[in-house]
């Protein structure tokens, strides 16, 4: 029994756990500005961070969303200034409609510059359709459109979960930026989901 949030700290467990599974290495990243409907990541992250550390996964919250984008930017670059101590890093950014509009140019180059082979980025974006805890009505689809990355729109928490694990794999094939759609129906909802 999980929740939108719960289920998108256990992606990245799952995540480290397969790449474990096939023999490598890795870390993971989460970095973003909360805002309504993930305005409860970084608390959701923050109570697991112990446990999360332990398993090499690492989140820290962003002074802003470009800041955050740029980061995770740089998470994909390993061996290309000095030598890594990972396969590579698979990352998340979060942040809400407007933080996506803002960090379009950090996505638009991040996404130009590719993925590492065994990184991945995962965009989550939260969007706000009726304007329920923002001053606008927003959707990114277009912003990913515009900036070439792909969009998965997951339409319950279990979706929620594969998703994030597809997105990663789909971001390592082809070496692009994924983006997944978080709206509150799901963000903010709870079942129970399989993991298996």
């Known amino acids: 029994l999980l929740s939108g949030t719960q289920a998108l700290v256990q992606a990245t467990v799952i995540q480290k756990e397969r790449d474990e599974f096939f023999g ?9 500005y909360r805002g309504s409907p993930l305005g409860s990541v970084d608390q959701e992250f923050n109570k697991s961070n112990a446990f999360l550390i ?13 800041l955050a984008a740029t980061a995770v930017w740089g998470t994909q670059q390993p061996n290309l200034i000095s030598d890594s101590n990972n396969d590579g890093v698979f990352s998340i950014w979060y ?10 140019d950090a996505f638009k180059h991040g996404n130009s510059a590719g993925t590492s082979k065994n990184g991945g980025v995962l965009l989550l974006l939260g969007d706000d359709h009726t304007a329920k805890s ?9 912003s990913m459109l515009d900036a070439q990355i792909p969009i998965l729109n997951p339409s319950n928490l279990q979706d929620l979960l594969e998703y994030g694990i597809f997105g ?25 989901i399989d993991i298996d």
Request: charged letters at 20%.
């Open 54 to 66: 332990e398993k090499s996964i690492f989140f820290h919250e962003a002074l802003n969303e470009d």
């Open 134 to 142: 923002s001053t606008l009505a927003h959707q990114s689809e277009y």
């Open 95 to 104: 942040g809400k409609g407007p933080g996506v509009d803002r960090s379009g």
């Open 168 to 192: 990663w794999h789909l971001s390592r094939f082809s070496g692009l930026w994924v983006s997944l759609k978080c709206i509150t129906s799901t963000i903010d909802s709870s079942s129970s």
């Open 24 to 32: 490598l290495n890795t870390a993971g990243y989460i970095t973003g």
